[in-house]
């Protein structure tokens, strides 16, 4: 990989951290609120699968070693194997589609609404796997029914996650008509 790549890998890595720091806790759940998932969809439509992914592994890979990066300044194995975890690990996933479509859709002469929905729906999909993968382990590690995951950790984050698709779009849009396309 060409230096430059690294570093921009590490600094959309970087990117993810700080985003991971805004959190807003809700009482009924264990699950955040955080802007991680907001990183998470820039990074893999505006790098693509194979350089997403890879800022994404290097962000959880230093969350692994527990360097502080996840939500609420935490880091180290046990937040991967708790309630949390799967949503961090469906991270990788997530960057990997977003990226994987938004090279297969996105194309730079498209019209500008064209472009916002081929990258909304790829973002869309990307929510999804995390979705699937923290709603996995959530309903494993709290032993609870799968209605109750989607209740606790799902449901009440759907709004607000489309509005950090929309935020993500733009952003991603605004980033991929003025800086070289990574992907």
């Not at 993810?16 to 990074?43: D, K, R, S």
């Not at 890979?61 to 180290?76: K, R, S």
């Not at 709004?159 to 992907?183: A, C, N």
């Amino acid at each position: 990989m060409k230096t430059k790549l690294m570093v921009i890998c590490s600094l959309f890595s970087a990117i993810l951290c700080c985003l991971a720091f805004i959190q807003v806790t809700i009482p009924f759940t264990t699950i955040p609120i955080t802007l991680q998932t907001l990183g998470v969809c820039i990074v893999g439509a505006v790098l693509g699968k194979k350089y997403g992914t890879i800022s994404v592994v290097i962000y959880v890979l230093m969350g692994l070693c527990g360097i502080p990066v996840f939500a609420g300044m935490t880091g180290g194995m046990a937040v991967l194997v708790g309630p949390t975890g799967g949503y961090i690990l469906g991270f990788i996933p997530s960057a990997f589609v977003i990226g994987y479509l938004c090279e297969k859709l996105y194309k730079r002469n498209d019209t500008i609404l064209s472009k916002y929905i081929k990258v909304f729906i790829s973002m869309i999909v990307g929510l999804i796997v995390v979705y699937i993968f923290g709603t996995i382990q959530f309903m494993l590690v709290s032993k609870i029914t799968l209605l109750e995951a989607l209740v606790l950790a799902v449901i009440p984050f759907v709004p607000l996650d489309i509005i950090k698709i929309i935020v993500g779009t733009v952003i991603t849009l605004f980033i991929k008509s003025r800086v070289y396309d990574f992907s």
